[in-house]
């Protein structure tokens, strides 16, 4: 239950995700425009960074949110007339001189910016991790509307990512659907890598399409592969990182990466698609089964928790009740250094003195989680001296916390927004 209540919202905006960038990376890959979702972040960036300048806008505020969209449509309209200019370079040359311009412009923009690096770090990492029931609601709705115009306009789309000079003989209005079809892109980008980084979406764009190229050109049959593919990596990447507290991001990317190099690895050596896929989703079932495992058997108590556990720790006895009872001897937390034991004593803990302690040690040994787990005490509004205690202990590890009023609630509105630059930060 720890590991579905640390990593459930984020492996369900992940699935948003490779939902709908898995089918505009099958339209990236066969346009040859690649690395269109860099360009149009980096432009987003701009955007956002602007309207902080200007404004003092947060990047998920709503005036962050149109400067960045604003500024990913002029790029749109840019690339839509580019192409059909026909001027001799290719697009994606193109695309490679905006990023680059809109890279400088924005590195300018963060040198005058206060806290400009912080744009820089959710623009390259995000905060997947941290996803909140908010970004879900909005990533469904986001998405839901752009899967609905690509539906409404999938025969014109594909019919220009599959032949961009048949489209023009047959008379169509190829810069109008191109500038639909990167405004959509662009919307998708705004609030995709607001949410998960660079790296995250621009891998769910790209690899997944590539590998389902490796199988099939039927559209249908590609984009079940690239959801399939999606959803395997990610799952995989997110208990990966939770297992071995490594960064959700690059997880997850390098899972993707696996997936293309044994499915291409496969291909090469002419096995069947039939066995290929099937020796592909055993081999996911293997690597999910032995994380979960890892996850398991790290924990004694996960193992028997209705039996008694004696843990030995610098010669020392750290005595356990059965599951539902707290810890005998409160001195010893501070010698555990396994996270999920001291997860699961928080979890079955109502003593505060227990809880403020457990996340103490937490955000010595573990400071990710350490701080997920101390947002978690807050939001009980436990009493103002456990609360102090932890509030002081966050506010050595993050500057944003300085402001945080013990007085009020967790939930008022003032210390939401703390919590939250928290998170992004």
């Given at each position: 239950m720890d590991t579905i209540s640390l990593l459930g919202l984020p492996f369900i905006v992940a699935l948003e995700m490779t939902v709908i960038l898995g089918y505009v990376g099958i339209h990236v890959f066969k346009r040859e425009i690649i690395f269109i979702d860099i360009a149009m972040a980096q432009v987003a960036a701009v955007?956002?960074?602007?309207?902080?300048?200007?404004?003092?806008?947060?990047?998920?505020?709503?005036?962050?949110?149109?400067?960045?969209?604003?500024?990913?449509?002029?790029?749109?309209?840019?690339?839509?007339?580019?192409?059909?200019?026909?001027?001799?370079?290719?697009?994606?040359?193109?695309i490679g001189v905006?990023?680059?311009?809109?890279?400088?412009?924005?590195?300018?923009?963060?040198?005058?910016?206060?806290?400009?690096?912080?744009?820089?770090h959710q623009m390259l990492a995000g905060s997947i991790l941290w996803a909140t029931p908010k970004d879900v609601l909005l990533c469904g709705v986001v998405f839901t509307f752009a899967g609905l115009c690509f539906y409404f306009f999938r025969k014109p789309f594909a019919k220009i990512s599959d032949d961009y000079e048949g489209a023009i003989r047959q008379g169509m209005k190829t810069a109008m659907w191109d500038f639909i079809f990167y405004a959509l892109v662009g919307l998708i980008i705004t609030i995709a890598v607001r949410i998960a980084g660079v790296i995250v979406v621009f891998t769910f764009l790209i690899i997944p399409a590539?590998?389902?190229?490796?199988?099939?050109?039927?559209?249908?049959?590609r984009l079940i592969i690239t959801w399939v593919t999606g959803a395997i990596a990610t799952g995989i990447g997110l208990l990966f990182a939770d297992v071995f507290d490594f960064s959700v991001g690059p997880s997850i990317a390098f899972f993707l990466g696996i997936a293309l190099a044994f499915a291409a690895s496969l291909r090469q050596m002419r096995v069947t698609k039939t066995v290929t896929t099937i020796v592909s989703l055993a081999t996911s079932a293997v690597l999910i089964i032995w994380l979960l495992s890892l996850s398991e058997y790290s924990d004694p108590i996960a193992m028997n928790p209705n039996?008694?556990?004696?843990?030995?720790?610098?010669?020392?006895?750290?005595?356990?009740?059965?599951?539902?009872?707290?810890?005998v001897d409160i001195s010893q937390i501070v010698l555990i250094s396994d996270t999920a034991k001291l997860v699961k004593i928080f979890n079955n803990s109502d003593d505060m003195e227990i809880r403020t302690?457990?996340?103490s040690r937490l955000l010595e040994i573990n400071q990710k989680k350490g701080i997920h787990l101390a947002i978690k005490f807050l939001k009980t509004d436990p009493p103002l001296l456990f609360r102090q205690s932890?509030?002081?202990?966050?506010?050595?590890?993050?500057?944003?916390?300085?402001?945080?009023?013990?007085e009020e609630p967790f939930n008022s509105a003032d210390n939401q927004q703390i919590i939250k630059k928290v998170y992004e930060q």
């Amino acid at each position: 239950m720890d590991t579905i209540s640390l990593l459930g919202l984020p492996f369900i905006v992940a699935l948003e995700m490779t939902v709908i960038l898995g089918y505009v990376g099958i339209h990236v890959f066969k346009r040859e425009i690649i690395f269109i979702d860099i360009a149009m972040a980096q432009v987003a960036a701009v955007g956002a960074i602007a309207a902080h300048l200007a404004f003092e806008a947060h990047s998920d505020s709503v005036i962050g949110y149109v400067s960045a969209f604003g500024a990913t449509l002029v790029i749109a309209g840019f690339y839509s007339l580019v192409r059909r200019w026909n001027i001799g370079i290719p697009l994606e040359a193109i695309i490679g001189v905006t990023y680059a311009i809109a890279a400088a412009l924005a590195l300018f923009l963060v040198g005058v910016s206060p806290g400009g690096h912080v744009h820089i770090h959710q623009m390259l990492a995000g905060s997947i991790l941290w996803a909140t029931p908010k970004d879900v609601l909005l990533c469904g709705v986001v998405f839901t509307f752009a899967g609905l115009c690509f539906y409404f306009f999938r025969k014109p789309f594909a019919k220009i990512s599959d032949d961009y000079e048949g489209a023009i003989r047959q008379g169509m209005k190829t810069a109008m659907w191109d500038f639909i079809f990167y405004a959509l892109v662009g919307l998708i980008i705004t609030i995709a890598v607001r949410i998960a980084g660079v790296i995250v979406v621009f891998t769910f764009l790209i690899i997944p399409a590539t590998l389902s190229a490796v199988f099939s050109e039927n559209w249908n049959k590609r984009l079940i592969i690239t959801w399939v593919t999606g959803a395997i990596a990610t799952g995989i990447g997110l208990l990966f990182a939770d297992v071995f507290d490594f960064s959700v991001g690059p997880s997850i990317a390098f899972f993707l990466g696996i997936a293309l190099a044994f499915a291409a690895s496969l291909r090469q050596m002419r096995v069947t698609k039939t066995v290929t896929t099937i020796v592909s989703l055993a081999t996911s079932a293997v690597l999910i089964i032995w994380l979960l495992s890892l996850s398991e058997y790290s924990d004694p108590i996960a193992m028997n928790p209705n039996t008694i556990q004696d843990y030995s720790l610098n010669k020392e006895t750290v005595e356990m009740k059965t599951e539902n009872e707290e810890i005998v001897d409160i001195s010893q937390i501070v010698l555990i250094s396994d996270t999920a034991k001291l997860v699961k004593i928080f979890n079955n803990s109502d003593d505060m003195e227990i809880r403020t302690t457990i996340v103490s040690r937490l955000l010595e040994i573990n400071q990710k989680k350490g701080i997920h787990l101390a947002i978690k005490f807050l939001k009980t509004d436990p009493p103002l001296l456990f609360r102090q205690s932890i509030v002081n202990k966050l506010k050595n590890i993050s500057s944003g916390m300085t402001d945080y009023n013990m007085e009020e609630p967790f939930n008022s509105a003032d210390n939401q927004q703390i919590i939250k630059k928290v998170y992004e930060q």
